[in-house]
């Protein structure tokens, strides 16, 4: 079974659409999270939300909007695609405390 | 803030040397530190993790200490193997509440027949 699944795993979309990226976990954890990954491999986080309520919002555009429908889903939501917006973005879960962090495979953004 | 340094990559060694990759960090608790590992295509994954001072992570022949009064968390193995070959990522989480872990920058490792 994946712990942690995430659909797509590519997207490719052009300059202005809007996309969603699923995440889902069935691990029981409480808390879950979106990281953006560089081409040089720097990993920035966005959101973490615990037990449904959003807990961390970095410094991220309103473009990106995270909903989480329940603790095992975490979607994200990209309004008006950049080609800045290039990257592979992971899904993660923990649970709360100073516990690892269990990683999705990514999903590789291509904004054209 | 809390922060964490790892040295630039990209590594390149021959199979069977010593690998050393340093991480050094700024907590301003008493925070776990964890070393994760990305090999090509794939999601993080937990490698190794310590969570207080002395404390010693250990896993597939990798190894790392806790050293509170450097602040260091040093990322050792005696023999690489080409499979070692993947992005290292140095963390320390600070759960003064909800958790945020803080990331290094990654180090490249590239092991070499």
């Known amino acids: 079974d994946t712990a942690v699944s995430q659909t797509p795993k590519y997207l490719v979309t052009q300059m202005g659409n809007d996309k969603s990226i699923k995440c889902e976990q069935n691990l029981g954890h409480d808390t879950m999270y979106w990281y953006k990954q560089d081409s040089k491999k720097f990993l920035k986080i966005m959101f973490s939300?615990?037990?449904?309520?959003?807990?961390i919002n970095e410094t991220v555009p309103n473009r990106f909007s995270p909903k989480s429908p329940d603790k095992a889903h975490l979607n994200l939501h990209i309004n008006s695609l950049e080609l800045g917006d290039s990257a592979v973005y992971f899904c993660a879960s923990s649970q709360s405390g100073p516990n690892e962090q269990y990683f999705g495979p990514g999903t590789r953004l291509t904004v054209t | 803030g809390d922060s964490v340094t790892q040295m630039e990559g990209p590594v390149t060694l021959s199979e069977e040397a010593f690998l050393t990759i340093n991480c050094t960090y700024t907590?301003?608790?008493?925070?776990?530190l964890f070393w994760y590992v990305q090999y090509p295509g794939e999601g993080l994954q937990l490698l190794l993790k310590?969570?207080?001072?002395?404390d010693k992570g250990s896993n597939k022949g990798f190894e790392a200490t806790y050293r509170k009064e450097t602040t260091s968390f040093h990322l050792e193995k005696g023999s690489v193997q080409v499979s070692d070959s993947a992005v290292y990522f140095c963390a320390l989480d600070y759960s003064g509440g909800y958790q945020k872990v803080t990331f290094g920058t990654g180090t490249k490792l590239q092991v070499i027949p």
């Open positions: 310590a969570t207080k001072a002395d």
């Open positions: 907590a301003t608790g008493y925070p776990s």
């Open positions: 939300y615990n037990n449904k309520e959003l807990i």
